[in-house]
Nanobody
């Protein structure tokens, strides 16, 4: 089992920044690819970004490229999501998720790939 706890959400004005953190416990963190997803009210959960266990590969949704950056610190069992130039359409509950890297084939941008999920953290961007 892997437990994931997100933090860092909040209310920010458009153009501002936030950094989300996701702390993991339970297994060897570097064995897991990590992803961030988000879900706005009335919408499907959507892929935001993902990072391989070694940080060599990073993937981004087109909507966040150039504005968001994913990173991880395996010594701290934590993955981060730095969000800059935030827009009102970024408003959503943000979830981190983990999948054993041995299961990953191709781009891990599908929610069904992931075995473990955090409880989510709310990000609200005002205009």
């Amino acid at each position: 089992q892997v437990q994931l706890v997100e933090s860092g959400g909040g209310l920010v004005q458009a153009g501002g920044s936030l950094r989300l953190s996701c702390a993991a416990s339970g297994r060897t963190f570097s064995n897991y690819a990590m992803g961030w997803f988000r879900q706005a009210p009335g919408k499907e959960r959507e892929f935001v970004t993902a990072i391989s266990g070694s940080s060599i590969r990073r993937y981004y949704a087109d909507s966040v490229k150039g504005r968001f950056t994913i990173s991880r610190d395996n010594a701290k069992n934590t993955v981060y999501l730095q969000m800059n130039s935030l827009k009102p359409e970024d408003t959503a509950v943000y979830y981190c998720a983990a999948v054993d890297r041995s299961k990953v084939t191709g781009t891990p941008d599908v929610a069904q790939y992931y075995d473990y999920w955090g409880q989510g953290t709310q990000v609200t961007v005002s205009s």
